[in-house]
């Protein structure tokens, strides 16, 4: 008997299917930018960050970059599991930015953030996603900020990290879901 269509292989012997896929992906540089950043080159992008441009404190007006709400319908669509990862903490802000998600036709997901003295690889150990997407944070320290650089050895091997440029779109990355955790 044929398999059904909506049953999608990653690895038949790690017994991982395409519908129990974990992604979680980092919001603000990553999939979503501050309203300044309409028509700028992503190297203007970063120095309006780094100068504390108005408009990156102004999360209520965030915008998606490139074509990221589509991006990331296409991998919801083939059932994965959608986590959102924001860098604010305040309530007020958190709720700016699932407003922006959700008004940009982002998929549903779960929007997590730290509180207290949680960092992000606090979130991401507990969490555990197949698949991280975040961006390289130019223009906060590099790569040393990444949450995956600081999660523990023994649960980043479980995590397929997917670093894209800050503000430099993830367009570019696969729609196929096994496409996806190879890249």
Not at 2 to 17: D, H, M, Q, T
Not at 59 to 71: D, F, L, Q, T, V
Request: charged content about 30%; overall charge negative.
């Amino acid at each position: 008997m044929p398999l059904r269509k909506e049953v999608r292989f990653i690895f038949a012997s790690a017994g991982v299917y395409y519908g129990d896929m974990k992604i979680m992906i980092f919001t603000e540089g990553t999939i979503i930018a501050h309203s300044a950043s309409r028509g700028r080159t992503r190297g203007e992008i970063v120095k309006q960050v780094i100068s504390l441009n108005r408009s990156v404190r102004e999360y209520s007006s965030y915008i998606p970059i490139g074509n990221s709400a589509e991006k990331v319908k296409m991998w919801a669509n083939a059932s994965a599991e959608i986590v959102y990862l924001t860098s604010r903490r305040q309530p007020n802000e958190v709720n700016e930015i699932e407003k922006v998600l959700k008004d940009h036709n982002f998929p549903d997901g779960r929007l997590l953030y730290r509180s207290g003295s949680e960092e992000y690889k606090d979130i991401a150990e507990k969490v555990v996603p197949d698949i991280l997407i975040e961006d390289d944070c130019e223009s906060i320290g590099g790569i040393e900020e990444m949450t995956i650089t600081l999660v523990k050895p023994e649960i980043k091997t479980k995590i397929k990290s997917i670093p894209v440029k800050e503000f430099g779109r993830i367009d570019h990355l696969p729609d196929d879901l096994k496409n996806l955790y190879d890249f």
